[in-house]
């Protein structure tokens, strides 16, 4: 069963509007992993929150942690058709494996 | 330029033949894996390498062999492949277990 689950599954805006996903897991993790994938390409890393932490930026991104109810959102402000892209959470647990969800797919309409 | 490079990135096979799809990184990472892609199923671990001569399996291991004798290269073997194995297929680093994945451009892979 996949331990990241991401929602929606599909999320379409306007640009300049925000989006916000969501991602939720089942066991306990050492930290929580964003990634952006543009159609059939590799995966790029945005965001890595450790579990001690409950709130990270970086430009645009806004992403927040709650262990208590083990679960992530995703915040992208000011949207740009450039967005429009696959955006997955990955959990990283005491091991060293990395459990990625079903991913959402933004679309940031001009 | 710091990548993962994986090669080929298009392969077309028939079920029983063996192939090696190969992955090398130019970042001295410790950590490599492989993962797959498939549609309503996203991104799934296959195998991953914390160091040279230590790999380990991931969630979906059946049917894969790896291999890290050298730092960089960790190749992905399917020994006799299935049309259950077609898929997309990524192998990734980091400089440890705990940090960011740097991945490779992918390989579609389709078994006949």
């Known amino acids: 069963s996949q331990q990241g689950e991401e929602d929606p599954q599909a999320l379409s805006i306007q640009e300049g509007e925000n989006a916000t996903m969501n991602c939720s897991y089942k066991?306990?993790?050492?930290?929580l992993q964003w990634y952006r994938q543009n159609s059939g390409r590799g995966l790029v890393h945005l965001i890595l929150?450790?579990?001690?932490?409950r709130e990270k930026h970086s430009g645009r991104l806004r992403v927040t942690l709650d262990t208590s109810k083990k679960s992530s959102s995703l915040l992208i402000t000011a949207s740009r058709a450039a967005d429009t892209a696959s955006y997955f959470c990955?959990?990283?647990?005491?091991?060293?494996?990395?459990?990625f969800g079903e991913g959402t797919q933004l679309t940031v309409n001009p | 330029e710091a990548q993962v490079t994986q090669n080929p990135r298009y392969l077309i096979t028939v079920t029983g033949k063996k192939l090696t799809v190969t992955c090398s990184q130019n970042?001295?990472?410790?950590?490599m894996s492989w993962y797959r892609q498939d549609p309503g199923l996203g991104l799934r671990q296959i195998y991953y390498?914390?160091?040279?001569?230590?790999?380990d399996k991931g969630d979906v291991p059946e049917g894969y062999k790896v291999s890290r004798k050298e730092k960089r290269n960790f190749p992905l073997i399917l020994e006799s492949p299935s049309p259950n194995q077609t898929s997309l297929y990524f192998c990734?680093?980091?400089?440890?277990?705990?940090?960011?994945?740097?991945f490779g451009p992918g390989t579609r892979l389709l078994v006949l």
């Open positions: 390498s914390m160091n040279v001569e230590v790999t």
């Open positions: 990734a680093s980091s400089p440890d277990r705990g940090r960011d994945q740097y």
């Open positions: 990955a959990t990283q647990t005491s091991g060293s494996r990395l459990t």
């Open positions: 066991t306990s993790i050492n930290n």
């Open positions: 929150i450790r579990s001690n932490e």
């Open positions: 970042m001295n990472h410790e950590y």
